[in-house]
């Protein structure tokens, strides 16, 4: 709590202290507490003893609780599978350990793991089809022949702008109507907002329809915060593909 306010960072200690009482079964944040009181008054109390510990023995209980702070089980896992992302976060981080230190080696772990994480998300996985009559409940009264159906999956973030509008612009010929299923996407940053704008204004250029169905409530929240339901209005939201078809069938 005092270390903070004289620009150091107690990560070291905390994280041998909250691994050792991982380790002993603790489960509360109570634990910390105790372990704290605990080191407190061996100090004061018998300090005169502990002084008499040879620092060889210290240190051999410091390895072992530097051994038992690894998940080898989860570590044979990653390198037996060949999870190249997890083994080269694991190297990273184990080479900044011993070549810096544990903070650096945390930070660089971090930064190594948001740019393999942009790396990895940037291809959108964008698949189109066609409204099939057979695989509805009833029958069609609505040509749906000029409809199609857009089935977006991944985050909608900077990493992999432009591709959905490029999708779009293969299909706005020939379409009067664009439903796009976004219920795989689970989040979205101010790049995915904009190209869902730029989407709106090819379609509208068009003279093409377009409606989003499945949006989940967290990515909901933030087209409102970019007023993006005021700009395309909310009449244009719906649960699944099916509703957008009974809606089309009413008109």
Same mark, same amino acid.
């Given at each position: 709590?005092?270390?903070?306010?004289?620009?150091?960072?107690?990560?070291?200690?905390?994280?041998?202290?909250?691994?050792?009482?991982?380790?002993?079964?603790?489960?509360?944040?109570?634990?910390?507490?105790?372990?704290?009181?605990?080191?407190?008054?061996?100090?004061?109390?018998?300090?005169?003893?502990?002084?008499?510990?040879?620092?060889?023995?210290?240190?051999?209980?410091?390895?072992?609780?530097?051994?038992?702070?690894?998940?080898?089980?989860?570590?044979?896992?990653?390198?037996?599978?060949?999870?190249?992302?997890?083994?080269?976060?694991?190297?990273?981080?184990?080479?900044?350990?011993?070549?810096?230190?544990?903070?650096?080696?945390?930070?660089?772990?971090?930064?190594?793991?948001?740019?393999?994480?942009?790396?990895?998300?940037?291809?959108?996985?964008?698949?189109?089809?066609?409204?099939?009559? %057979?695989?509805? $409940?009833?029958?069609?009264?609505?040509?749906?022949?000029?409809?199609? &159906? #857009?089935? @977006?999956?991944?985050? *909608?973030?900077?990493?992999?702008?432009?591709?959905?509008?490029?999708?779009?612009?293969?299909?706005?010929?020939?379409?009067?109507?664009?439903?796009?299923?976004?219920?795989?996407?689970?989040?979205?940053?101010?790049?995915?907002?904009?190209?869902?704008?730029?989407?709106?204004?090819?379609?509208?250029?068009?003279?093409?329809?377009?409606?989003?169905?499945?949006?989940?409530?967290?990515?909901?929240?933030?087209?409102?915060? %970019?007023?993006? $339901?005021?700009?395309?209005?909310?009449?244009?939201?719906?649960?699944? &593909? #099916?509703? @957008?078809?009974?809606? *089309?069938?009413?008109?």
């Amino acid at each position: 709590m005092v270390i903070p306010f004289f620009g150091g960072i107690p990560a070291a200690a905390a994280i041998a202290r909250t691994s050792v009482a991982i380790k002993a079964g603790g489960q509360t944040r109570l634990v910390s507490i105790f372990h704290a009181i605990a080191l407190l008054i061996s100090m004061f109390v018998l300090g005169p003893y502990m002084s008499q510990i040879p620092l060889s023995a210290l240190a051999g209980v410091l390895i072992m609780t530097a051994w038992r702070m690894n998940e080898w089980d989860e570590i044979k896992s990653i390198f037996r599978n060949r999870i190249k992302t997890s083994i080269t976060q694991f190297l990273v981080t184990m080479l900044a350990t011993v070549v810096f230190d544990l903070t650096v080696a945390i930070v660089l772990g971090i930064c190594v793991s948001m740019f393999l994480f942009v790396i990895n998300n940037s291809s959108l996985h964008v698949e189109t089809s066609a409204i099939e009559p %057979h695989r509805l $409940d009833k029958e069609i009264n609505y040509n749906h022949s000029t409809t199609r &159906v #857009i089935y @977006v999956a991944g985050p *909608l973030f900077f990493g992999n702008q432009d591709q959905l509008l490029s999708k779009v612009r293969e299909l706005i010929d020939g379409c009067d109507h664009i439903i796009l299923s976004v219920r795989g996407v689970p989040s979205i940053d101010d790049s995915g907002i904009h190209e869902l704008m730029d989407v709106v204004e090819l379609c509208r250029a068009h003279k093409v329809q377009f409606s989003f169905t499945g949006v989940q409530n967290n990515v909901m929240r933030q087209l409102r915060r %970019h007023h993006f $339901d005021a700009y395309v209005g909310e009449d244009i939201f719906y649960w699944d &593909v #099916i509703k @957008v078809i009974e809606m *089309l069938e009413g008109k």
